[in-house]
């Protein structure tokens, strides 16, 4: 009974703030994704470093998996306690510690969402630019090493997390990074952190770059005869050194979806949505550069505006397509892949990616940040046939295989979780064995959000 | 005689390719600054991978240390061998082994040069920017964690590495990394490697990222009444979002040391030198833009060009800047400082430095990257007088403790090796022994650089 002994000292360090009831439990034992249920044992809700301190030392002491929790957002099951214990909830985490505009970084709770932080940047003229789409907490950001659609131009979490404050599993605090924009002075723990998904500790504090909110911004949209025409394009923009803000593909399924969804006109094709970042002169020689680039290859005329309100039209159409997508099969539920490759493969893994899909019993309309390389498959599954979610299983191992031999990675931007460890031998080989060693250095009682990442 | 044991089983496996005379121990026994000297037991050539695995197989098993050995540039005595052993040049492992220009990166072995891989490189339109000043090795430069002039722009080592294949202390190979252009899978091996000064292995393969060749370049100079009007004339121009790919700072002393050197007519002020990449209708809105920025605070006028002569002139400045500076005082020798402070503290950094060097027996002109917060002083000390070469350590562990003090790092890019052990605990707390329970989890015997960067 060492876990209930844990949740009893908890219990007197939290009072209210540790939490059993059954809503609670199953709240936080759910993920967004297919994975089983698993409900904690109990939700802490700590309201400061020395709160996740005290309670890390309890857990340590009575041998009770700790487990962190920001959004709830992740799509690999990264919250679920698969093997019982403490879910750790952020959300009473959740203040902006300080701005500092004249460095443009600012230190963080973990519990602060992107969309949040962003909104208390608003006067500073500076912005936070990851975005995953959903609106996630920046703890969980960080621990995932998430991305998304801006990460061409400003990068992902790894390039934007200048220090964190961790409590690791024994309870010792530590300060990663520094203040500076960079530092030579040893191992990098700070990029160790970033995408470790909880297994070495809890992030109780970040430092993150920001960014100067464009001057202006022209954003537009063109159709393609084919997907690879449109990679070529892609190719072609980044190697002439035109710096693009956003470069978002999507197939012909995903356009109709859209076009569904929205009500707005859009070509049965595929589908670039660009947007660059500059000073007026800038984004209008950028946009017009690759309205150039594009007609080469055939595409339709590139409409593009530095008009806020079209580009914001854009862009929602961009946001909302997990839910455009979802809509297009009536009572579907999704499983999001997530293949990144080389760029001069993605059109092969696109391809086979589609036929594979054509071949098989379930839709899946694709979309993905080209610039990078990665893309996403919905499988949109009826969630009362079994069978369609083993067949999306079974194209999702495929499409990770198909990464791995063609160079790339299992997963560019949701994480290893529950979905891909499978396949963590194969993209790492003996590398996987050290990252063992590592946490078994750090945690060596495993009980940092057990049963992830690690062999 | 274990060590013994070691090297006569190294020269069985190497043949002429392990050398012990006189002459290559004191080659590989000394460094580029002032640390004694210290001569390995033999120097090894390896030709390939599996002679580095066989190589280490061998020391792992006759507990002989081992010291990796790029192009000896390192400033922090790196590449001593402290603790005796073999040091591994790798001046024989010098191929560029694989360019794909489509997905602009490269293979290389770690002897390569970056001025060599930037030889072979130039007919492809791409280069590999970080220039740390010196024709380093790129196995040295990942080791070290290099940056320089271009970091502003193109990022630091820990940007443009990509993946590499690191033999470990027990000499398994393992590869890092992928050839996508993210991952989300498990702990960053490489970001880990990267900056690991040898501790944890011998890195035999890098994969970097490339960039475009800009199409347009523009670069100019300009002086200002003081430092801090060129800071924050700096500050104004990241904040505003323009693009500088270099942005360099010099003192008066370091100006009249250039213009003595170069016969170039230079004020006996502060100035930045800064260039410009992109089109050519970008760099010249980006200097013109610069050129306001700078009038606002006092600048002279700001001369620029995108001429490729005038370019080259500047930087050529720029590059001899070492040299320049160390022919302002005869038969002197350098101690190189590496401050890395926010830069919203980099003037009162510069300023405090300056007042301590003017009232020390020993000149230090000073440069930096400014654009990164990041500057050195060139202590020029008498070898001849002990006496300097003690000021100017202590004048350089000043400057390390006012880093640190001003939320910055001891060193922003010339790494810790003998020079900043002793700031390490000052700097990362108990996060430098998480760092050397990293190092003990994947080198228990400790042969892998023995003495530098862990505790």
Same mark, same amino acid.
């Given at each position: 009974?060492s876990?209930?002994?844990?949740?009893?000292?908890?219990?007197?360090l939290? +009072?209210?703030?540790?939490?059993?009831?059954?809503?609670?439990?199953?709240?936080?034992?759910?993920?967004?994704?297919?994975?089983?249920?698993?409900?904690?044992?109990?939700?802490?809700?700590?309201?400061?470093?020395?709160?996740?301190?005290?309670?890390?030392?309890?857990?340590?002491?009575?041998?009770?998996?700790?487990?962190?929790?920001?959004?709830?957002?992740?799509?690999?099951?990264?919250g679920?306690?698969?093997?019982?214990?403490?879910?750790?909830?952020?959300?009473?985490?959740?203040?902006?510690?300080?701005?500092?505009?004249?460095?443009?970084?600012?230190?963080?709770?973990?519990?602060v969402?992107?969309?949040?932080?962003?909104?208390?940047?608003?006067?500073?003229?500076?912005?936070?630019? !990851?975005?995953?789409?959903?609106?996630?907490?920046?703890?969980?950001?960080?621990?995932?090493?998430?991305?998304?659609?801006?990460?061409?131009?400003?990068?992902?979490?790894?390039?934007?997390?200048?220090?964190?404050?961790?409590?690791?599993?024994?309870?010792?605090?530590?300060?990663?990074?520094?203040?500076? =924009?960079?530092?030579?002075?040893?191992?990098?723990?700070?990029?160790?952190?970033?995408?470790?998904?909880?297994?070495?500790?809890?992030v109780?504090e970040?430092?993150? =770059?920001?960014?100067?909110?464009?001057?202006? /911004?022209?954003?537009?949209?063109?159709?393609? +005869?084919?997907?690879?025409?449109?990679?070529?394009?892609?190719?072609e923009?980044?190697?002439?050194?035109?710096?693009?803000?956003?470069?978002?593909?999507?197939?012909?399924?995903?356009?109709?979806?859209?076009?569904?969804?929205?009500?707005?006109?859009?070509?049965?094709?595929?589908?670039?949505?660009?947007?660059?970042?500059?000073?007026?002169?800038?984004?209008?020689?950028?946009?017009? =550069?690759?309205?150039?680039?594009?007609?080469?290859?055939?595409?339709s005329?590139?409409?593009?505006?530095?008009?806020?309100?079209?580009?914001r039209?854009?862009?929602?159409?961009?946001?909302?397509?997990?839910?455009? !997508?979802?809509?297009?099969?009536?009572?579907?539920?999704?499983?999001? /892949?997530?293949?990144c !490759?080389?760029?001069?493969?993605?059109?092969?893994?696109?391809?086979?990616?589609?036929?594979?899909?054509?071949?098989?019993?379930?839709?899946?309309?694709?979309?993905?940040?080209v610039?990078?390389?990665?893309?996403?498959?919905?499988?949109?599954?009826?969630?009362?046939?079994?069978?369609?979610?083993?067949?999306?299983? =079974?194209?999702?191992?495929?499409?990770?295989?198909?990464?791995?031999?063609?160079?790339?990675?299992?997963?560019?931007?949701?994480?290893?979780?529950? +979905?891909?460890?499978?396949?963590?031998?194969?993209?790492?080989?003996?590398?996987?064995?050290?990252?063992?060693?590592?946490?078994?250095?750090?945690?060596?009682k495993?009980?940092?959000?057990?049963?992830?990442?690690?062999?």
């Amino acid at each position: 009974m060492s876990v209930q002994t844990a949740l009893d000292a908890l219990s007197s360090l939290l +009072g209210e703030r540790l939490a059993r009831s059954k809503s609670e439990l199953d709240l936080h034992g759910r993920s967004e994704s297919y994975f089983p249920a698993r409900p904690p044992d109990a939700v802490a809700y700590p309201a400061s470093t020395e709160e996740v301190q005290a309670l890390v030392r309890i857990c340590a002491e009575h041998d009770c998996p700790m487990v962190g929790w920001g959004a709830g957002t992740s799509l690999e099951g990264h919250g679920l306690a698969v093997r019982g214990g403490v879910v750790v909830d952020f959300s009473r985490m959740n203040r902006v510690l300080e701005v500092r505009p004249a460095d443009m970084d600012v230190t963080v709770q973990p519990g602060v969402t992107r969309e949040a932080l962003n909104e208390e940047l608003r006067a500073t003229g500076l912005f936070f630019p !990851v975005d995953p789409g959903a609106n996630a907490s920046l703890g969980g950001m960080a621990m995932t090493r998430a991305s998304g659609t801006t990460t061409v131009r400003y990068g992902t979490m790894r390039d934007n997390v200048l220090g964190m404050q961790v409590v690791l599993a024994d309870g010792r605090v530590i300060r990663t990074g520094t203040r500076a =924009r960079k530092s030579a002075a040893g191992y990098d723990l700070t990029g160790l952190m970033v995408g470790s998904e909880g297994t070495l500790g809890l992030v109780t504090e970040l430092t993150l =770059r920001l960014h100067g909110v464009p001057e202006a /911004t022209s954003a537009g949209i063109c159709a393609f +005869g084919d997907m690879q025409s449109a990679v070529t394009a892609v190719m072609e923009t980044i190697q002439m050194g035109i710096p693009m803000a956003r470069i978002e593909f999507v197939d012909s399924a995903t356009a109709r979806a859209f076009k569904d969804y929205s009500g707005m006109a859009m070509a049965d094709a595929p589908h670039l949505l660009v947007e660059f970042h500059g000073s007026p002169e800038s984004v209008a020689q950028d946009a017009e =550069r690759f309205a150039e680039i594009v007609a080469d290859h055939g595409a339709s005329p590139f409409r593009w505006s530095s008009r806020e309100e079209e580009r914001r039209a854009l862009w929602a159409l961009r946001h909302n397509g997990y839910y455009a !997508v979802l809509a297009s099969r009536k009572g579907a539920r999704a499983v999001v /892949t997530d293949m990144c !490759v080389p760029i001069s493969k993605l059109a092969q893994a696109v391809e086979e990616t589609q036929a594979d899909i054509a071949a098989s019993m379930v839709p899946g309309p694709i979309l993905g940040h080209v610039g990078d390389g990665n893309f996403h498959a919905i499988l949109l599954i009826d969630p009362d046939q079994p069978a369609e979610l083993e067949e999306a299983k =079974r194209l999702s191992d495929r499409m990770a295989e198909r990464a791995l031999a063609l160079g790339g990675t299992c997963t560019g931007e949701h994480g290893v979780g529950m +979905g891909k460890t499978a396949f963590m031998r194969a993209e790492h080989g003996e590398g996987w064995d050290v990252m063992g060693q590592i946490k078994a250095a750090l945690d060596p009682k495993g009980l940092m959000n057990p049963g992830k990442l690690v062999p």
